[in-house]
């Protein structure tokens, strides 16, 4: 049993259990917390391991450096850069208008212009990893 002696004649007759050790621990001690002191003082231990552990690796990730620059939100080196759509205009215009020119001027317009149209134009975008901040190079 355990050496405080905080066991009533209940705690005797009806024992309450530790889940993780299976110790007995006293009822008193059983209606604020579900285990004994030394595996709750152990989970806890586990729970800090735990949460330096993942801080540790939101730090290597902030500062991983891509060589691309910092980031203007966080100030973050894990930066990416990619190229995206511009997004363009309205594209049915664009065809209808380069349909209209290419039957009054002539046929090769009605070929080539539609292909150019089509085409979005590209621009330079940076994101970073660490807080998700995206802005136009």
């Known amino acids: ?22 110790q007995p621990i006293p009822r008193a001690v059983s209606e604020r917390q579900r285990m ?10 586990v729970q800090q391991n735990a949460l330096a552990a993942q801080e540790q690796a939101r730090a290597q ?3 991983a450096d891509t060589g691309v620059g910092p980031c203007p939100a966080c100030s973050s080196r894990n930066v990416i850069q ?3 759509d511009a997004g363009g205009g309205n594209k049915s215009t664009t065809i209808a208008t380069t349909g ?3 039957c009054l001027c002539f046929w090769p317009v009605l070929i080539v212009l539609p292909v150019l ?5 590209k621009v330079t975008v940076r994101q970073c990893r660490h807080c998700g901040h995206r802005w136009q190079v």
Do not use: W
């Not at 002696?5 to 705690?11: C, G, L, V």
């Open 117 to 121: 149209a089509l085409m979005g134009s």
């Open 36 to 45: 004994c002191d030394e595996c709750l003082a152990a989970q806890d231990q």
């Open 100 to 102: 209209v020119l290419g």
């Open 1 to 22: 049993m355990n050496p405080n002696n905080d066991f009533t004649e209940a705690d005797r007759i009806s024992p309450v259990y530790c889940p993780r050790c299976h």
């Open 61 to 63: 990730v902030f500062n």
């Open 82 to 84: 990619f190229k995206e």
